[in-house]
């Protein structure tokens, strides 16, 4: 029997990776439990929530937006300021239907599986430009060389920015999500990410209103559904979305390939024996390290979830992470296997919030592999992973792999 319940909520606790163990337990024991937040070092605490770990939990809640809202509380696990919500709630991912609905009509249409087909060639070629750089091989760290270089060059194109300023993209990415790590960013650099990043989305849509282009920001930005466009306040949360979405989120997805299958050397033979597993193979990864940890709702509505009394105003984190290691829906769930025929997992989100860029990544994560694993017998990490202090993000900052052909 469980007695004390892990401090969820401190970005201490996801230091060594997220405590699986414990989860699994709780899912058990307890599938919906209390976690209180209690401060701690520069943790201001909280007033504690309610984690649901198991898998249909997670997504009967998430699909339930009346009763478990995005927007009274925003989706990050940390509290903020009324002010910050408030600048928040401007991005879809912190609305509800049926203003988030009509966004997402909107944004969809950059989207389309003829769009992200449209970006094979580009992406093929950013990727053929990173592994030729790798050269022969070598120690290197795969953060700043590999997984970092894709994804940003893929959002220079879809935004319409120059690839030689995509390190602005990175540089506003990573202070806007490592909030919680003083070594990553302090407050001041916070906020002023935002501030930098929204002059910088201003006037990119200013300049595609005026003189439309072919890439994806030029499509969105002058995009109409029933005679209405984007304000410019909606399209500056809309970049800030794309920049942490599509760098953030598909980074952290590469990083977590290199290290399962590099602790998992039978399952890396596999993959270079049977290219045509790739994409099996990209699922599990995704299943096994899902790029964001958890999100927050907030209950509007007096509620019941597996035998617990939920009151309108409590917040609730939904686990991506547990849902994805739950053991009625996958079998062996601990196990990476890239031949898993069967894999729900949640890591993209679903319903309401399902990620309209998740084409994107899989394809991303799809083309970058497979030419490096043609270029490289040996792919294989070679010290401790350093990872972002964040109850949000499943980040990794560094990571030396060395390469062999």
């Known amino acids: 029997m469980i007695t004390t319940v892990p401090d969820f909520g401190n970005p201490d606790t996801y230091l060594d990776g997220f405590p699986y163990d414990e ?15 209690p401060a701690s070092g520069d943790f201001p605490g909280g007033p504690g929530f309610w984690l649901f770990t198991k898998h249909a939990d997670v ?16 989706t990050w696990v940390r509290e903020v300021s009324r002010a910050e919500l408030q600048i928040q ?94 070594e ?32 994806v920001w030029s499509l969105v930005v002058n995009a109409e559904v029933d005679g209405r466009r984007l304000t410019d306040d909606e399209l500056d949360r809309f970049f800030q979305l794309l920049v942490i979405a599509g760098n953030e989120t598909t980074r952290n ?6 290290l399962l299958l590099s602790q998992n050397p039978d399952q890396f033979q596999l993959l270079r024996d049977d290219p045509s597993l790739m994409p099996q193979a990209v699922e599990e990864i995704l299943r096994m390290f899902p790029p964001i940890l958890q999100f927050r709702r907030t209950c509007v509505q007096d509620t019941e979830v597996s035998g617990q009394q939920i009151k309108a105003g409590d917040k609730v984190v939904l686990s991506y992470a547990a849902a994805n290691r739950d053991d009625t829906v996958f079998e062996n769930p601990d196990t990476f296997d890239i031949t898993r025929k069967t894999n729900p997992h949640v890591s993209f989100g679903f319903g309401t919030h399902f990620c309209l860029g998740s084409g994107v990544a899989r394809l991303e ?23 972002l202090r964040s109850n949000f993000v499943n980040g990794i900052t560094e990571l030396p792999v060395r390469l062999e052909r």
């Open 23 to 37: 989860v699994a337990a709780l899912r058990r024991e307890s599938p919906v439990v209390w976690v209180p937040e």
């Open 59 to 74: 997504m009967a809640a998430g699909k339930r937006p009346e009763v478990f809202s995005s927007y009274e509380g925003g």
């Open 89 to 182: 709630r401007q991005a879809m991912l912190n609305i509800d239907p049926p203003m988030h609905t009509q966004m997402r009509k909107l944004i969809s249409k950059a989207f389309t599986p003829r769009v992200v087909n449209g970006m094979m060639e580009s992406i093929s070629a950013h990727a053929d430009a990173i592994v030729d750089r790798l050269g022969d091989g070598g120690d290197i760290d795969w953060v700043q060389q590999v997984s970092s270089e894709l994804p940003l060059l893929v959002l220079a194109d879809i935004l319409g920015v120059p690839s030689d300023e995509r390190h602005l993209l990175f540089d506003w990415t990573n202070r806007m999500v490592g909030f919680d790590d003083p």
């Open 184 to 215: 990553a960013v302090d407050k001041k650099s916070y906020v002023s990410a935002f501030l930098e990043l929204f002059a910088y989305a201003r006037a990119q849509t200013a300049a595609k209103r005026a003189e439309p282009t072919d890439d």
């Open 253 to 258: 997805m590469l990083n977590g390939a290199i």
């Open 365 to 387: 994560g799809r083309v970058l592999l497979t030419k490096l694993f043609e270029r490289f017998s040996t792919v294989e990490v070679t010290g401790t992973p350093v990872r």
